[in-house]
């Protein structure tokens, strides 16, 4: 079992996902700042990951906390804002600080010590609360999947993503374990390559076989027929069911549809932003241009060539076979069936 994220001794504890695979380093941090940089840097990344990981950021500075209980509210607030600026297209950042919120507000009144405790008592049950949904995800997800399935994925939805099993590759474990997988397909995800990186290396350490590919091999392996569905993770989903998702998630969708090949997209409830209604409303994070201009420090091109680097993209709903939650699976139409298994 990989440990992606820990609070013990008021310090934050994380995996830093950027160096993996090569180096497997444990963080820890002792204030919001170093939290909110883990996060922005994607030391710690994947939607349900960076919710919880800024939960336990919440907690540690109200745990660090020592100045007076009158002034607690205006902390509180600026600590919250500087978690919610990391990045803004997973939901589950912002639900997460909203459960954060909720306990704080209806326990205002409290003795800071107890506010403090209830506090990270949220966070440690969003935690525990997240490997339970994956798993549950991970038994809906596999009754989809026929035997010897061969099943293609992009970035990483996995434990690594989450606090423990993973979403899109909690469906994979689930039914390998049902000895329903043949072979993963890991799109290996430019620019930041969580593909080749983290995805690859989560599945061998579970001796799961999967195969590296770069992105643009993902036409030509499924004209080939060696694709029986596509499984990918979420960083919101809108109420009909538009998903956004990492950078290339789309192409994929499109590909998928054209060779009719399942698509789906395995998420938590929490990824699931009722408020937004369709794609369009999501906002998308761009990010650094070297990241595209370059891989760990070595120029793939023009030092000063022009970048457009978008994080994630928007898959229509219309492309999407089913959505897998932890309650169910759902299918089209999205605005009705999200809604009911809500
Ligand atoms: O930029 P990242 O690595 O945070 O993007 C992650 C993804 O796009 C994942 O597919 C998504 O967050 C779901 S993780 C269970």
Redesign the pocket.
């Known amino acids: 079992m990989i440990n992606t994220v820990a609070y013990e001794n008021d310090q934050v504890i994380v995996l830093n996902q950027n160096l993996l695979p090569d180096k497997i380093v444990y963080e820890s941090y002792t204030s919001v700042e170093e939290v909110a940089e883990a996060i922005r840097t994607?030391k710690v990344?994947?939607?349900?990951l960076?919710g919880v990981t800024a939960a336990f950021g919440l907690a540690l500075g109200a745990a660090r906390y020592s100045g007076r209980a009158e002034e607690f509210t205006e902390y509180y607030s600026a600590i919250r804002s500087q978690l919610a600026s990391t990045r803004p297209t997973?939901v589950n950042l912002f639900w997460a600080l909203q459960r954060m919120d909720r306990v704080y507000q209806n326990n205002a009144h409290r003795e800071l010590a107890e506010l403090k405790e209830l506090l990270l008592n949220e966070a440690r049950c969003m935690f525990e609360e997240d490997i339970q949904t994956n798993q549950l995800i991970g038994q809906h997800g596999a009754q989809l999947l026929q035997e010897s399935s061969r099943v293609m994925t992009i970035?990483?939805?996995g434990a690594l993503?989450?606090c423990g099993y993973?979403?899109?590759l909690g469906v994979i474990r689930s039914a390998y374990q049902q000895e329903k997988i043949a072979k993963v397909w890991a799109c290996e995800t430019r620019p930041?390559l969580?593909g080749a990186r983290l995805t690859v290396w989560e599945l061998m350490q579970d001796q799961i076989p999967v195969a590296l590919i770069t992105d643009n091999m993902a036409g030509y392996i499924m004209k080939l027929g060696k694709v029986d569905a596509v499984i990918?993770?979420?960083?919101r989903i809108a109420a009909n069911g538009d998903t956004a998702?990492?950078i290339g998630t789309y192409s994929l969708a499109v590909l998928a549809h054209h060779h009719g090949i399942p698509f789906y997209v395995a998420?938590p409830q929490s990824t699931i932003d009722y408020s937004i209604a369709s794609g369009q409303d999501i906002p998308i994070e761009e990010r650094d241009p070297e990241e595209v201009r370059s891989v760990r420090g070595v120029y793939l091109t023009v030092k000063e060539a022009e970048v457009f680097n978008p994080?994630?993209d928007v898959t229509d709903n219309r492309l999407i076979t089913s959505i897998i939650t932890e309650k169910g699976v759902v299918f089209p139409p999205y605005e009705k069936s999200l809604r009911e298994r809500n």
């Open positions: 994607l990344r994947g939607a349900p960076i997973a970035c990483n939805a993503a989450t993973g979403t899109a930041v969580q990918v993770g979420a960083d998702n990492k998420a994080a994630f």
